[in-house]
Antibody, heavy 118, light 110 residues
Framework: QVQLVESGGGVVQPGRSLRLSCVAS????????MHWVRQAPGKGLEWVAV????????YYADSVKGRFTISRDSSKRTLYLQMSSLRAEDTAVYYC???????????WGQGTLVTVSS | QTVVTQEPSFSVSPGGTVTLTCGLS?????????PSWYQQTPGQAPRTLIY???TRSSGVPDRFSGSILGNKAALTITGAQADDESDYYC??????????FGGGTKLTVL
């Protein structure tokens, strides 16, 4: 079955960087677009970024544009989110999600918590 | 910036029917935004309920249905059960490469 497992979260100081990973299994990773979605404590879901199935295109929410970079390594079946210049408001649980046609998220990881604090 | 709107909270009696909506701060929601709906309980990852406006995801009971009502997307729960008490989120694919979640609706069943 489809499984997505995130890792890499932790406590990081403002202004520093962190890289999240999401390892996929149970499906042909290189056939699907992949997303990052986050949820601040006690808040709603926020879409963060998407990468096309072949990595040819990437899009970001305005709140992270220029600071976050989404990437993927199909040989490792892994999705990444490189986060830099982190701010307190980036504190959230970060989920990876698989996109199915048309334009929805059908599978989610369990999430990894990122806390930005001095 | 486009904002996707949802009722912050809603209450329904067990066995009752409730319709949650998903609108836009400016303009109307149409099927071309491919609205989808997700259910989330505290501490859990979201669960996909409805996609492409009105298609139920695999394993979702038929008491959940999606539609367009007026200028909004809608999620209707018919015959609400206690374990439907959750947060519900809609998301719209506004244009190529841009998805926006609504703020979510906290549904209470009592």
């Amino acid at each position: 079955q489809v499984q997505l497992v995130e890792s890499g979260g932790g406590v990081v100081q403002p202004g520093r960087s962190l890289r999240l990973s999401c390892v996929a299994s149970g499906f042909i990773f290189s056939n699907y677009g992949m997303h990052w979605v986050r949820q601040a404590p006690g808040k709603g879901l926020e879409w963060v970024a998407v990468i096309w199935f072949d990595g040819s295109d990437k899009y970001y929410a305005d709140s992270v544009k220029g600071r976050f970079t989404i990437s993927r390594d199909s040989s490792k079946r892994t999705l990444y989110l490189q986060m830099s210049s982190l701010r307190a408001e980036d504190t959230a649980v970060y989920y990876c999600a698989r996109e199915l046609n048309p334009y929805y998220f059908d599978s989610w990881g369990q999430g990894t918590l990122v806390t930005v604090s001095s | 910036q486009t904002v996707v709107t949802q009722e912050p909270s809603f209450s329904v009696s067990p066995g009752g029917t409730v319709t949650l909506t998903c609108g836009l701060s400016s303009g109307s929601v149409s099927t071309s935004y491919y609205p989808s709906w997700y259910q989330q309980t505290p501490g859990q990852a979201p669960r996909t309920l409805i996609y492409n406006t009105n298609t139920r995801s695999s394993g979702v009971p038929d008491r959940f249905s999606g539609s367009i009502l007026g200028n909004k997307a809608a999620l209707t729960i018919t015959g609400a059960q206690a374990d439907d008490e959750s947060d519900y989120y809609c998301v719209l694919s506004l244009t190529t490469g841009i998805w926006v979640f609504g703020g979510g609706t906290k549904l209470t069943v009592l």
